[in-house]
């Protein structure tokens, strides 16, 4: 009897891989092992040798499969049509020692034509001489396979040594029914709804941090500043404020999971301490500062806040206004105080928009800076699959205001 194979999907990060290929050139990588065979090499015992160490990488057997609307991101399934002859390929030159000209042409050939997404997306080509005593082996796999550490852990599997594995008795393993896929991307999107806060500072941290890149700059922490409230809801008959600031140190680059798990446990923390101490502590020395006139020059001179981020949980159902849908509804933000860049979230009817403003004579590239926070959010987890080069829909990120 075949188990039941579990619903393994593609992370956002894997999906990243995906969003930032582009037509001309694959977001695929590889390395070429240079081989000493002066003792003679077989190529089919070589090959043989390959598809059963590949048998003992689950992952080099499956493929990632688009699922339905509404079913989340792809999945990784058996491919029922694994052959390892599909993937490894042999080259035969002329001569007795390989041209090491001609071996980088076969690598920058696997490198840079896209693998066929109908199977497992990796590919190897044994290019040897006619005597066998000079050959090189050449991996190319697709980044959302691996990045480069997974890719010298795929290597590892496929070097001497490593585990001889062979098809499970139950390979293929059925597809997941769609029933099954469907439910698991609503479990995921309601979890994602409650981590929704710590995934948008994730992912302005990471967005920043790529736009420092672009200036030389490296910093793997940035310093986000989010607003919390001290009440949960209200009513248009009490109104004003109480809401105060935090700044929080967000991890830009590493695991997505874990630097959600910090994200959520540093806002817990610093909301739990600053909900009734930050305003009681801080109220009266603004209020002092406002009589002595110098409250704006603080204000405009502070260099504690540099980055906001606001977060507002909009209607859940749609609106109407005038007898007329409110098809959209888009954040307005002005920041003040020597802030450089603010990102204003709304939510609204299974929406999300986000509106970025900026100090242009602080933060120029703007426009950049906009289109990696774009790229980030399109490896987010929401209920559907973006395509390689669009944003996930469930996002509106396409208006300029």
């Known amino acids: 009897m075949r188990s039941r194979a579990p619903i393994d999907r593609a992370s956002a990060d894997d999906l990243m891989a995906l969003v930032a290929e ?49 079913c989340g991101r792809p999945i990784w399934v058996d491919d029922p049509g694994f052959d390892v002859a599909r993937h490894v390929s042999v080259l035969e030159l002329p001569g007795e020692r390989l041209p090491e000209n001609l071996m980088l042409a076969q690598a920058a050939e696997l490198l840079g034509t896209p693998l066929p997404r109908d199977r497992p997306l990796w590919v190897a080509r044994l290019v040897t001489t006619a005597t066998g005593r000079s050959a090189a082996l050449v991996v190319v796999i697709h980044h959302v396979l691996a990045d480069g550490v997974g890719g010298l852990a795929v290597l590892g599997a496929l070097a001497d040594g490593a585990a001889i594995g062979s098809l499970a008795a139950d390979f293929p393993r059925p597809q997941p029914a769609r029933r099954r896929i469907a439910a698991d991307a609503m479990r995921l999107r309601a979890r994602a709804m409650r981590e929704l806060p710590g995934t948008l ?8 941090h790529r736009l420092l890149a672009t200036r030389g700059e490296r910093l793997d922490e940035i310093v986000v500043s989010v607003p919390f409230s001290a009440r949960q809801q209200t009513g248009a008959g009490q109104l004003g404020n109480a809401s105060g600031v935090i700044p929080l140190r967000i991890p830009a ?36 500062l406002a009589r002595l006139g110098l409250y704006r020059r603080f204000i405009n001179g502070q260099r504690r806040i540099h980055t906001f981020t606001s977060n507002v949980r909009g209607p859940a159902a749609p609106l109407t206004m005038f007898g007329c849908p409110v098809t959209a509804l888009l954040p307005l933000s002005a920041p003040t105080g020597n802030v450089t860049v603010a990102f204003a979230v709304l939510s609204y009817a299974g929406t999300l928009a986000i509106t970025l403003v900026a100090d242009l004579d602080a933060c120029p590239d703007l426009t950049t800076l906009r289109s990696l926070l ?28």
């Open 22 to 70: 582009n037509g001309s050139t694959p977001m695929q990588v590889g390395a070429v092992l240079l081989l000493d065979a002066a003792a003679g090499l077989d190529p089919r015992r070589a090959v043989e040798q390959l598809g059963r160490r590949a048998a003992a990488v689950p992952r080099l057997r499956q493929r990632l499969l688009t699922v339905p609307a509404g």
């Open 253 to 288: 680059v590493g695991d997505a999971t874990t630097r959600l798990h910090r994200v959520t446990v540093l806002s817990r923390t610093a909301r739990g301490s600053a909900r009734g101490a930050s305003t009681a502590l801080l109220g009266p020395l603004f209020r002092l």
């Open 201 to 208: 500072m994730r992912l302005v941290a990471a967005a920043l």
């Open 374 to 401: 774009v790229q980030e959010l399109a490896g987010f987890a929401v209920p559907e699959s973006p395509s390689p080069s669009q944003p996930a829909k469930n996002f509106q990120t396409d208006r300029d205001i």
